[in-house]
């Protein structure tokens, strides 16, 4: 009984020491050793050698096994465990990534791809070694600064001594606890001569380069800090018309995610594609096949806008330094690297000098010791300290020249010294030894006094010897921004019911109004004088008695509107013409004076501004004179949609009758090309190509020797072999003088384009062929230069060599000679034909002043709507 009761007195004493004891403390003091764990052991590489601890690790095991002869991965993921207290899944997973960095690892066997994303194979299968480049640049043990390991039993590099900016060649990417990093890889080239230009106290810039090639938009890249933002897309080209070809995957993504993203655009209605083919190995080949009529140009775009074609990445530089995580930008990282690599050099030659100094100091002693025969007093000496004390005065007479005072351990080094080496010393060849380690000496001390100098050398040899194909392989271009609601494809039928008031898609027994995408606005224009622009949905009330709706295109200043409305119940009517560029979604909009019950009278919405001419029919009432006359909307100046407008008449009309159709008023369109984003635009960016009539072409020739007109869209893409673009003159020839492969001749030829809805080639098809070059003067000159220097260079006058002919001709035979350069010489003049002009009278519309046909030839094709009250 008594022990129960002492059991339960400790029972209650235990249970109350558990009730009282507090865990915030614990709590707190855990995360924070927790989180500062995770940063410091296992997310943010350090900034010394710009490795995380696994791949350090990694390294170090591999720099213990390495014999020069594969090792299987799974025997280094065994030793690195020594070293690295996790699993091996981890430690097989970052060596495969170190691996498909092909920086460091020489690799044989299944490592998988980073174009597909397939895995590697088990670490049972593939072999590793370290690579060359690593040899050379990453190991020292000299240098290297050493710590137990985490169960003390072995030596690890705290920091591994790095000789380049391996960092920023590699990129890191790690999420730890309150912080995460986001360094993208660089150029191995262009870190090299960013760190010589560092060196030499020049400036740099260091923009991104990606394995998997694509094209970036490095403007906003802030030097990698947080905040910045590059923008990466696939490289699309066009194999024909109804076929796209992908080459290049922007960074961060795999064939598999890509194809993905599009067939999801597909099942959306985003894009309209045929089928996709994969035909990726070595290099990406993913083949887009597109159903007819749907255009290329604008698939492009749209594969740019709705799928993972394009992708937007945030860099965040957060590297490890003095064991505290900082964040800096990717300048001050090189440079930091750099200096270490200028240190690194430092204490490499130091020890070097020093060891040499050290053979010089011993191969001089031992000449002194053999040649004077010193070897010879400790015959009669009987004790040890005897010899070491014989030895000494020995060389007393012969050491003044030495750098250094002898030791113990130099006399102990003498006595070790073999008879046999004794017997066969050869004063000559220790003499040539010791002068070639003072010319080691000078050169060493020779790099320690120009110490920049030979880290710039360091550098450029890096650059020589592991330089070869590590070209730029991510093309830098400036993108213009896709506006989705252009380039969408409109699968969805819009509807509207006019008298009450509804829009939207499901009303498919109303009156079908345009196709649209589910991102669209829809542009409304009432009975009562109010516009409204709202988002297209299944169903919508916007107010009855609805005159026009279309889905609304933001900022277009081509479509005007024109409108005829009477202010107030009986007030006089005005007339305005106005475009719709940009307004608030769903708020109304009232676009007459503001007077209760005013209406619209009429209303035409003009896609290319056009100016139709109407007959306004007044009432017969009162003292009205004049009941019918005409206007032209031309004479009207096209203003703003808040303007009261210009007044038609006091008095009531009675109707109003179009009279003709209206032509554009608005003035050819100047295109410009801009050759940064190799698109066009209408904004004055780059060059100017020339004024454009809706019926204008664009010339484009290629490289390859293909020739075609396009219509001047802003959406079209062009290739980057493209060497002509301007506007198309069809009485204009083009010259070429070009290599036929098949003939292995020059030949002259001149033609003008008979289909300017064909793309054709104008030289042959063989591989071998090349065009040399390309005018589309009138009357072009040329000099050609051979490459035998015994041949005289000759002058091409192209209109007298050969006559204009078909595409297809061969042309005429310039030379079997092999031709260096052709240089363009100033064209001769050109006086173009005098036209007669002749007067059209049934082109001309005339009435408050006359249009000609000239002005009537853009925005033919599109009639306005017209509405009549």
Known sequence: MQEEENNEELNEEFGNQETI?????????????YASYVILERAVPGIRDGFKPVQRRILHSMKDLDDGRYNKVANIVGHTMQYHPHGDASIADAMVQIGQKELLIDMQGNWGNI?????????????????????????????????????????????LPVKFPMLLAQGAEGIAVGLSTKILPHNFKELIDASIKHLRGKSFTLIPDFVTGGIADVSNYNEGKRGGKIRVRAKISQLDKKTLVITEIPFGTTTTTLIDSILKANEKGKIKIKKIEDNTAANVEILVHLPSGISPDKTIDALYAFTNCENSISPLCCVIEDNKPVFIGVSEILRLSTNLTVELLKQELEIQLNELEEQWHFASLERIFIENRIYRDIEEEETWAGVIKAIDKGLKPHIKHLKRAITEEDIVRLTEIRIKKISKFDIDKAKQFIESLEDKIAVVKNHLANLIDFAIDYFKNLKTKYGKGKERKTEIRLFDDIVATKVVMRNTKLYVNREEGFVGTSLKRDEY??????????????????????????????GKDILHIAVFKKSDKRTVYNMIYRDGRSGPSYMKRFNVTGVTRDKEYNLTAGSKASIVQYFTANPNGEAETITINLRAVGSVKKLKWDIDFSDL??????????????????????????????????????????????????????????????????????????????????????????????EKPISAIYFDGDKEKYFVKRFMIDNPNKEEIFISEHPKSHLEIITTDYRPMAEVVFSKRSLEAIEVNFEEFIAIKGIKALGNQLTTDKIKQVNMLEDLPYEPPVIEEVEVNDEEVVDNGSITSDEKNEGNDDDGQTALF
């Open 115 to 159: 174009l597909t994303g397939d895995r590697a194979a088990a670490s049972r299968y593939i072999e590793a070694r370290l690579s060359k480049f690593a040899l050379d640049v990453v190991f020292n043990p000299k240098t290297t600064n050493w710590q137990a390991s985490y169960d003390g039993r072995r030596k690890e590099p705290i920091d």
């Open 513 to 542: 109004v345009d196709d649209c995408a589910d991102i669209d606005d829809v542009i409304v224009f009432r009975k009562d004088g109010v516009m409204l622009i709202t988002k297209v949905d299944a169903k919508t009330f916007v």
């Open 21 to 33: 004891t507090k865990v915030t403390g614990m709590y707190k003091d855990w995360f924070l050793d």
């Open 637 to 730: 100046a096209i203003k703003g949609r808040g303007v009261k407008g210009n007044t038609v008449t006091k008095f009531s009309i009675k109707k109003i009758e179009l009279k003709s159709e209206g032509v554009s008023t608005l003035k050819p369109r100047k295109i410009w090309f801009d050759d940064v984003v190799q698109r066009l635009n209408v904004d004055g960016r780059g060059d100017l190509l020339g004024e454009f009539k809706g019926e204008d072409r664009l010339l484009i020739i290629s490289q390859k020797g293909f020739v075609k007109t396009v219509k001047p869209e802003l959406t079209t893409h062009f290739d980057s072999d493209m060497i002509v673009l301007e506007k198309w003159t069809p």
